[in-house]
């Protein structure tokens, strides 16, 4: 699945997984994200034995006509105010994603799925 974009140029076809690497990128910066939470566990388990980084993991993007949604599954550090955490991953996301590939997120939705001591 990709993401189109008409520009006077032309169409610009993202893919979704080159957005949730970007994505999973911004969120895995910022402060009391421990990691990302598995959400296909076959993918993600093969990448861990090649030994690669799957920034695209614990992300989702769901494209609607023009709207595209965020989900982002995270493990937060424990002490860390889980709301607070969770705002900025959104807002670094929603800035990230129209700052590098010029797409406007309709929502971005964070889901906490663990506390990691």
């Not at 965020?70 to 700052?99: F, H, M, P, T, W």
């Amino acid at each position: 699945m990709s993401v189109n974009m008409r520009t006077k140029n032309g169409m610009i076809e993202i893919s979704t997984n080159v957005i949730a690497t970007v994505v999973g990128g911004v969120a895995t910066e910022v402060f009391g994200i421990v990691g990302m939470a598995s959400r296909q566990q076959v993918r993600d388990g093969f990448y861990e034995i090649l030994k690669r980084d799957n920034y695209a993991r614990g992300i989702e993007i769901r494209q609607d006509d023009q709207d595209i949604h965020v989900d982002v599954y995270i493990i937060v550090s424990y002490g860390i105010k889980i709301s607070e955490v969770s705002r900025n991953v959104q807002e670094q996301v929603r800035y990230q994603l129209e700052a590098q590939l010029g797409i406007k997120a309709t929502s971005v939705n964070i889901y906490v799925q663990g506390v990691r001591v």
